[in-house]
């Protein structure tokens, strides 16, 4: 299943896992590809430089060098730039994304985003939807 990780998710499947474990495990087995674009990489690099998560410059490298680029697929395509969420411009990154290739799932805890799920282009699962499917 091909999938476009929202920031919070990502950190909590590497961070937390708790429940997330599923969606860790199967990105491990290939169930989940998730897809990455440059302005995708660059949010999440940003988030998981925030104080509040403690991460040391090694640790946010070995999990881009570990967790992130060998699992996580780079979309080549060009990504349209449409905007969806005004509230947080952000968020179109993830949305557009997710256009790229049909049948992709945007996976995310945003609450901008699941409020307009209804009125997006791609289908929105949260994680507990998710891990549902798998």
Known sequence: MLTVLD???LISVLLFRGTMVG????????????????????????????PKLRLSELEIKYLLEEEIQ???HKIS???PTDTWIS????????INAARVRPGTHLISGDAHILEAREHLPVTVLTARELLSRL
């Open 7 to 9: 920031t919070n998710i």
């Open 23 to 50: 969606i860790h495990r199967a990105i491990l087995e290939g169930r989940l590809l998730p897809l990455l674009t440059d302005p995708i990489l660059e949010e999440y690099l940003r988030v998981l430089a925030y």
């Open 70 to 72: 060998p699992w996580f």
């Open 77 to 79: 395509e060009n990504v």
């Open 87 to 94: 509230e947080d411009p952000s968020d179109d990154h993830f």
